[in-house]
Protein backbone atom coordinates (compact mmCIF):
# COMPACT_ATOMS: atom_id res chain seq x y z
CA UNK A 1 0.00 0.00 0.00
CA UNK A 2 1.41 3.52 -0.84
CA UNK A 3 0.38 6.69 1.16
CA UNK A 4 0.56 10.46 0.26
CA UNK A 5 0.53 12.96 2.85
CA UNK A 6 -0.89 16.66 2.11
CA UNK A 7 -2.16 19.60 3.49
CA UNK A 8 0.61 20.89 5.29
CA UNK A 9 1.76 24.37 5.30
CA UNK A 10 2.43 27.71 7.73
CA UNK A 11 -0.36 28.69 10.32
CA UNK A 12 -0.74 31.21 13.25
CA UNK A 13 -0.92 29.83 16.53
CA UNK A 14 -4.42 29.51 17.18
CA UNK A 15 -5.22 28.57 13.84
CA UNK A 16 -6.32 25.26 12.02
CA UNK A 17 -5.28 23.00 9.07
CA UNK A 18 -6.28 19.50 7.82
CA UNK A 19 -3.89 17.29 7.03
CA UNK A 20 -4.64 14.53 4.35
CA UNK A 21 -3.62 11.24 3.90
CA UNK A 22 -4.42 9.55 0.58
CA UNK A 23 -4.09 5.63 0.24
CA UNK A 24 -3.82 3.43 -2.98
CA UNK A 25 -2.85 -0.13 -4.33
CA UNK A 26 -4.62 -1.77 -1.71
CA UNK A 27 -8.17 -1.09 0.29
CA UNK A 28 -8.38 1.24 3.10
CA UNK A 29 -10.73 -0.28 5.25
CA UNK A 30 -7.91 -3.16 5.79
CA UNK A 31 -6.23 -0.90 7.71
CA UNK A 32 -5.41 1.07 10.31
CA UNK A 33 -4.06 4.65 9.89
CA UNK A 34 -1.86 6.57 12.46
CA UNK A 35 -0.65 9.78 12.27
CA UNK A 36 3.40 10.54 13.67
CA UNK A 37 5.06 13.64 13.68
CA UNK A 38 8.93 14.70 14.07
CA UNK A 39 9.93 18.17 15.27
CA UNK A 40 13.00 19.52 14.17
CA UNK A 41 16.13 17.63 16.60
CA UNK A 42 13.71 15.29 17.90
CA UNK A 43 12.46 12.13 17.90
CA UNK A 44 9.49 10.81 15.80
CA UNK A 45 6.22 10.49 18.01
CA UNK A 46 2.65 9.33 18.15
CA UNK A 47 0.18 11.82 17.62
CA UNK A 48 -3.17 9.89 16.65
CA UNK A 49 -4.65 6.56 15.14
CA UNK A 50 -7.78 5.67 13.83
CA UNK A 51 -9.01 1.40 13.76
CA UNK A 52 -9.65 0.00 10.10
CA UNK A 53 -13.52 0.80 10.58
CA UNK A 54 -13.21 3.96 12.34
CA UNK A 55 -15.00 3.31 15.37
CA UNK A 56 -11.72 3.52 17.78
CA UNK A 57 -9.09 6.27 17.68
CA UNK A 58 -6.60 7.45 19.80
CA UNK A 59 -4.55 10.45 20.72
CA UNK A 60 -1.22 11.65 22.19
CA UNK A 61 -2.22 14.04 25.14
CA UNK A 62 -0.13 16.80 23.73
CA UNK A 63 -3.34 16.95 20.97
CA UNK A 64 -6.27 15.50 22.77
CA UNK A 65 -8.94 17.92 22.15
CA UNK A 66 -7.20 19.98 19.55
CA UNK A 67 -7.15 17.78 16.96
CA UNK A 68 -9.64 14.74 15.31
CA UNK A 69 -8.81 12.14 13.05
CA UNK A 70 -11.44 10.37 10.70
CA UNK A 71 -11.34 8.54 7.71
CA UNK A 72 -13.50 8.08 4.25
CA UNK A 73 -13.15 4.68 2.91
CA UNK A 74 -14.73 5.40 -0.03
CA UNK A 75 -12.11 8.31 -1.20
CA UNK A 76 -9.26 6.23 0.38
CA UNK A 77 -8.39 9.09 2.77
CA UNK A 78 -7.38 9.55 6.12
CA UNK A 79 -7.85 12.83 7.38
CA UNK A 80 -6.08 14.80 10.37
CA UNK A 81 -7.90 18.14 11.83
CA UNK A 82 -5.62 20.60 13.91
CA UNK A 83 -7.49 23.06 15.93
CA UNK A 84 -5.97 25.69 18.20
CA UNK A 85 -2.66 24.83 17.13
CA UNK A 86 0.70 25.82 18.85
CA UNK A 87 4.36 26.49 17.81
CA UNK A 88 5.25 23.39 19.31
CA UNK A 89 3.00 21.75 16.53
CA UNK A 90 5.79 22.56 14.28
CA UNK A 91 7.33 18.76 12.82
CA UNK A 92 6.99 16.99 9.82
CA UNK A 93 3.47 15.06 9.86
CA UNK A 94 3.46 11.44 8.87
CA UNK A 95 0.82 9.13 8.11
CA UNK A 96 0.96 5.18 8.50
CA UNK A 97 -0.72 2.19 7.42
CA UNK A 98 -1.28 -1.14 9.68
CA UNK A 99 -2.84 -4.55 8.68
CA UNK A 100 -3.92 -4.31 12.85
CA UNK A 101 -7.31 -3.56 13.21
CA UNK A 102 -6.11 -0.73 15.95
CA UNK A 103 -2.56 0.09 15.04
CA UNK A 104 -1.57 1.24 18.44
CA UNK A 105 1.02 4.35 19.51
CA UNK A 106 4.31 2.18 18.47
CA UNK A 107 6.03 2.77 14.98
CA UNK A 108 7.20 -1.08 14.40
CA UNK A 109 3.02 -1.93 14.71
CA UNK A 110 2.89 0.19 11.08
CA UNK A 111 4.01 -1.77 7.40
CA UNK A 112 4.01 1.39 5.29
CA UNK A 113 4.51 4.97 5.63
CA UNK A 114 4.20 8.34 3.56
CA UNK A 115 6.42 10.78 2.56
CA UNK A 116 5.34 13.73 5.52
CA UNK A 117 4.08 16.66 4.64
CA UNK A 118 5.22 20.27 6.79
CA UNK A 119 3.97 21.96 9.18
CA UNK A 120 4.88 25.31 10.95
CA UNK A 121 3.26 26.91 13.24
CA UNK A 122 4.22 30.81 14.36
CA UNK A 123 4.05 32.21 17.43
Known amino acids: VQLQASGGGLVQAGGSLRLSCAVSGRTLSRYAVGWFRQAPGKEREFVSVISWSGGTTGYADSVKGRFTISRDNAKNTVYLQMNSMKPEDTAVYYC?????????????????WGQGTLVTVSS
Open 96 to 112: AASRSSFGGIRENNYDS
